[in-house]
């Protein structure tokens, strides 16, 4: 069965300091692959995607991830990170052969951002 | 982007009366919707696909008489928690997706506090 793992689950940075989420996916073929930011008490807000091509993608927010194949990881870095970047972010997954809707998420990491 | 706006935003019953949720999409037809339940500082799990017009499928260990699944039309599905008990409290969330479209929007959430 599907899974996503994300080690972290509360990172602490510095306001302006490089910030690096990492998670890690285990699927049978490579998957549709996503990242969420969620606010408290909100729906969650799509950042990037990867669903095939360049292994960098660009997201909003100035939020990057990098898929690397060889080691099933969909790792988020941001080279700055402000203090509304204190959230909840969860990596996901969805099978490229059904809908990209039907996601299986990670356990979620909180991010604080101490100024 | 696409809306998908959920209503009520939080509710408060009582022990053993059922509760509806609703999930529309504002600008876009989706013939399939999903349900997810968050419990606090945890991660989103996939409890049913609601699809338009035909029986909802639930993911394993969802008691489907509980949690009751009705997508009357293409922009509209609702879950009815039934009998609702304190630990069905809850963070709820929808999404759906506009046809052809890989990427899933989600609804605001519904805080469901059962007392």
């Known amino acids: 069965a599907q899974s996503v793992t994300q080690p972290d689950i509360h990172i602490t940075v510095s306001e302006g300091a490089s910030l690096e989420l990492r998670c890690n996916y285990s699927y049978g073929a490579t998957p549709y692959l996503f990242w969420y930011v969620q606010s408290p008490g909100q729906g969650l807000q799509l950042l990037l995607k990867?669903?095939?091509?360049?292994?960098l993608v660009q997201g909003i927010k100035g939020f990057e991830a990098e898929f690397k194949r060889s080691q099933s990881s969909f790792n988020l870095r941001k080279p700055s990170v402000h203090w509304s970047d204190a959230a909840e972010y969860f990596c996901a997954v969805a099978p490229q052969t059904g809908t990209a809707s039907k996601l299986t998420f990670g356990t979620g990491t909180r991010l604080q951002v101490t100024l | 982007g696409a809306v998908v706006s959920q209503h009520p935003s939080w509710v408060i019953c009582k022990s053993g009366t059922s509760v509806k949720i609703e999930c529309r999409s504002l600008?876009?037809?989706?013939?399939?919707m999903f349900w997810y339940r968050q419990f606090p500082k945890q991660s989103l799990m996939l409890m049913a696909t609601s699809n338009e017009g035909s029986k909802a499928t639930y993911e394993q260990g969802v008691e489907k008489d509980k949690f009751l699944i009705n997508h009357a039309s293409l922009t509209l599905s609702t879950l009815t928690v039934t009998s609702a008990h304190p630990e069905d409290s809850s963070f709820y969330i929808c999404s759906a997706s506009p046809r052809g479209n890989t990427e899933a929007f989600f609804g605001q959430g519904t805080r469901l506090t059962v007392v």
């Open positions: 990867y669903f095939s091509g360049d292994t």
């Open positions: 600008d876009f037809q989706a013939t399939t």
